[in-house]
Every structure is written in C-alpha cells, then in structure tokens.
C-alpha cells in the first residue's frame, strides 16, 4: 500500500505513537491518544486511526486491544544508514520502523552504541 498525505491532525497523532511507543515500549490505548490531543472523546483517535490506517502509515490487528503497527518512514536519515537499514530489513523480515524504535529505544536506555 503506498503512503497518501496525511492531515496536520492525523500526523500530530502518528508522532505521537512514535514518541509512546519508544518511551513505553508499547503502543498507547484510545484514552491515553485522545488526552494527548486534547479530544474529549475516544472517537477522535478512532477515527483518526482508520484514516491513517486507510492511507497505509499504520496497519491495525482486528481485535487486540492497542496493537498498532507504523508503517515505515518516511524517515528523516543520510541514504548511506537508510540502505543499510532496509538492506537489514529485507534480509531479518522486520519493518524499518520497528528496527529504528528498538534502536532508539535501546540507545536512550544507556544501551551500546557501537
């Protein structure tokens, strides 16, 4: 599925999942997305998933409560890491975006950076 334009609302909350994701290690449930974007209802985040998920950023398990996957990039990185990174991916069968959050994350927790 190719990736469509998003809406300032739609990219606020896929920061967002990024940003959880890293820090928690999991993916925010409806409550927690809608607080952050200061919607008083669930139905906000809902809605805002399924157009993203319409648009091919995320893909959704029917079912299993907060188990949203990102769909990669675009990432902001030099070409040189970016072929290197989906050369890794194409030969360990992972998405970029989860190799570069389990990175991240191990980096932010004092992990080796060598």
């Excluded at 949203?68 to 290197?84: F, K, L």
Aim: glycine fraction near 8%; charge should be neutral; proline fraction near 5%.
């Amino acid at each position: 599925m190719t990736h469509t334009s998003i809406t300032d609302r739609q990219k606020e909350l896929l920061t967002f999942l990024r940003e959880f994701h890293v820090k928690h290690g999991t993916m925010p449930g409806l409550r927690e997305m809608a607080d952050h974007l200061g919607a008083t209802s669930k139905t906000t985040p809902f809605h805002l998933l399924q157009r993203l998920e319409e648009r091919g950023h995320i893909k959704r398990h029917p079912h299993r409560h907060q188990c949203i996957e990102i769909v990669d990039g675009p990432w902001d990185i030099p070409d040189t890491i970016e072929a290197e990174l989906h050369a890794f991916c194409k030969t360990s069968g992972r998405q970029p975006g989860a190799v570069i959050g389990t990175a991240l994350l191990l980096y932010l927790r004092g992990g080796n950076t060598q």
